[in-house]
């Protein structure tokens, strides 16, 4: 747990002043520990990373830096008097980045959706040029399966094994994406909590730490599965809405059009997946109600689509 004195050495390190004041945003949606700071010179956020490995950071931040020179809106990390981006903390890694000012919306307007699918389009054009021996691929699905299988064995949990079973045939469909699909830096991650607004416009899309090189298509299905699907069944005003905001910033060509219904569905796969090992590491109240309604999600989907596959 980190204290008043630990926060005091931590900002000792930086030249950013003496600490004023500080307060800690635990969320049950996220696995980091984020700390809002007020010092002498300024409002900074301290990201306190406890599962990820050293390389991946050092990609986050670089990636980073490469969208904020070309003018994209995102955090600025903040490197230490030795000029460590990256700090070791107990375990895990520290970063300090500049506090963006803007708030995050419980509820979502199609206006908002909006501003979504444009801001995100707008990353890939950016992140399209992107080149860097640091590329991060994605995570492997079938890793995370044998994970939760593994999980579900130890606590005798037949049904997470059952569930286990049916995700991983799910996630076949993953083999029925071209190829030929554009590709690039994609974000992994897009669900609200990840884009700041501000008097009406997104001043922020935050939290990289599943950055990866992967088909732009499936960064596109995960913002709809994320925020287009309401008591477990699709909006398709709403998908047209971010579609259509998407399509005018960078545009879609036919093969990733024909792919949307696919990069939905995979897209719940994988979100399912992360519920489902969410639910096994801490089998509580508010993971449970997740896992079901993904499985209730991806289950609605698999039917609605049946004709496109």
């Known amino acids: 747990m980190i204290t008043k ?11 950013v002043g003496y600490l004023k004041k500080y307060f800690k945003v635990w969320d049950k949606h996220t696995i980091n520990n984020n700390i809002i700071i007020e010092t002498s010179k300024g409002k900074y956020l301290f990201k306190l990373f406890t599962s990820k490995k050293y390389k991946d950071l050092v990609f986050y931040a670089d990636i980073l830096h490469y969208l904020r020179k070309n003018g994209f809106p995102c955090r600025e990390v903040i490197a230490d008097k030795d000029d460590n981006e990256i700090v070791q903390y107990g375990s895990g890694y520290g970063m300090l980045f500049i506090y ?6 419980a ?6 959706l909006m501003s979504m699918g444009d801001i995100v389009a707008q990353f890939h054009l950016v992140s399209s040029k992107y080149n860097s021996n640091l590329v991060k691929y994605p995570n492997s699905l079938e890793g995370l399966l044998d994970l939760c299988e593994s999980l579900a064995k130890e606590s005798r949990d ?13 996630s076949k469909i993953k083999e029925d994406f071209s190829k030929n699909l554009p590709k690039g830096i994609v974000h992994g991650d897009l669900h609200k909590g990840h884009f700041l607004f501000k008097e009406g416009e997104i001043v922020g899309l935050l939290d990289f730490e599943y950055a990866s090189h992967d088909f732009f298509i499936n960064d596109v299905g995960t913002l709809v599965a994320y925020n287009c699907i309401l008591d477990s069944k699709l909006s398709e005003k709403k ?13 879609i ?11 939905i569905v995979y897209a719940t796969v994988k979100l399912t997946t992360w519920a489902l090992c969410d639910f096994l590491k801490k089998p509580n109240e508010f993971h449970v109600e997740v896992l079901e309604k993904r499985v209730t999600s991806l289950k609605y989907l698999k039917e609605a689509f049946t004709q496109t596959f």
């Open 100 to 105: 963006i000012d803007g708030q995050r919306k």
């Open 158 to 170: 037949n049904k997470s094994l059952s569930l286990v079973s049916y995700l991983k045939e799910q």
């Open 253 to 263: 060509n036919i093969l990733e059009e024909e792919s949307i219904p696919l990069a």
């Open 5 to 15: 004195k630990h926060l005091d050495d931590i900002i000792s390190q930086y030249n």
């Open 239 to 251: 998908l047209q809405v971010i579609i259509s905001a998407y399509k005018n910033k960078k545009g």
């Open 107 to 112: 509820k979502l307007s199609f206006t908002d």
